[in-house]
């Protein structure tokens, strides 16, 4: 039987034909104090070589993953960036898995209150999926994807956050790769920026970006942000990150990004006592950099 041409060549394009879908390179606040200059693009200079100059924040039209054990910030970070576009004037789709809405809403009107954002940008940028109370969103990937694809198109939303996306494949890890890469292309499709926040098993190693169910979202997303956290338990560790015994070290890592050029080193971070996740500085190997 004779393979009809068309057939063969389906899904080939020359690169001529997808450069006028082809994004540029540009950056978007992460509503993190000291993430943005982490990210750049490498520009030429006069003596052959290169130099970075930050985008500064992530890339926009990247899905970034958020993964941690636990309590090392991903939602705080996750709340943050919604509310910094919010604050200039982009809209952010967020998607609920585990929180229910009423309290997520609790929790983002105290975190606007501290970063000086006005609850009517919260009102009229950001929109709430609640995941958490409908369970036919939670358990069927094509109908979440759906939602999205209507509510993206509809309100001319330009970022989606997922809190967490692991909650869409408890119990189902077999197909936590399939759920993982449909809502990316989805987003892709959409020319979205996003955000999937992942759980780590706690017997993962803690600085590694294994997430829930197994390896299942660093190798598709565009760019992987490791958190930690430990208890400083000797002098010498205190010595080191500068904290007395007892207290808790956070450390936050961009694990890769294949959109642009990042820092790579590990970075020590801190949730202050009114919930705000910032970056304090690298780690180097005698101690600490201060920014």
């Given at each position: 039987?004779?393979v ?42 006069g003596?052959?070589?290169?130099q ?36 200039r ?21 105290e ?24 369970f ?24 989606v ?5 692991t909650?869409?494949?408890?119990g189902?890890?077999m ?26 098993r706690?017997s ?5 970006a ?44 961009i694990?890769g990004?294949r959109?642009c050029?990042?820092?790579t ?13 910032s970056?304090?500085g ?10």
């Amino acid at each position: 039987m004779r393979v009809k041409k068309e057939s063969v060549d389906e899904g080939l394009y020359s690169f001529s034909e997808l450069v006028r879908e082809a994004p540029l390179l540009e950056g978007i606040p992460t509503g993190v104090p000291g993430l943005d200059s982490l990210f750049f693009r490498l520009v030429p200079r006069g003596d052959g070589g290169f130099q970075k100059v930050p985008l500064p924040g992530f890339p926009r039209f990247a899905v970034i993953h958020l993964t941690g054990v636990p309590d090392t910030g991903k939602s705080l970070i996750a709340e943050q960036f919604a509310l910094a576009q919010a604050k200039r004037g982009e809209k952010v789709l967020f998607v609920t898995v585990e929180l229910p809405g009423p309290f997520l809403v609790q929790s983002v009107r105290e975190r606007a209150r501290l970063l000086g954002v006005s609850w009517e940008q919260v009102t009229e940028n950001i929109l709430l999926a609640d995941v958490a109370k409908h369970f036919e969103l939670r358990e069927d990937v094509l109908a979440l994807s759906a939602l999205i694809e209507r509510v993206v198109s509809r309100e001319k939303i330009q970022h989606v956050v997922i809190d967490s996306i692991t909650g869409l494949y408890e119990g189902k890890e077999m197909m936590a790769r399939s759920i993982v890469r449909k809502l990316y292309h989805t987003l892709k499709s959409l020319y979205q920026t996003g955000l999937f926040v992942s759980q780590k098993r706690s017997s993962h190693e803690e600085t590694s970006a294994e997430a829930a169910g197994g390896y299942a979202v660093p190798h598709i997303v565009d760019c992987t942000i490791v958190l930690s956290k430990f208890v400083v338990t000797t002098k010498q560790s205190s010595a080191f990150y500068g904290k007395p015994v007892g207290d808790i070290v956070r450390t936050l890592r961009i694990d890769g990004c294949r959109v642009c050029g990042h820092d790579t080193r590990t970075y020590l971070a801190e949730i202050t006592e009114e919930g705000i996740f910032s970056l304090k500085g690298p780690l180097s190997e005698g101690g600490r950099e201060q920014i």
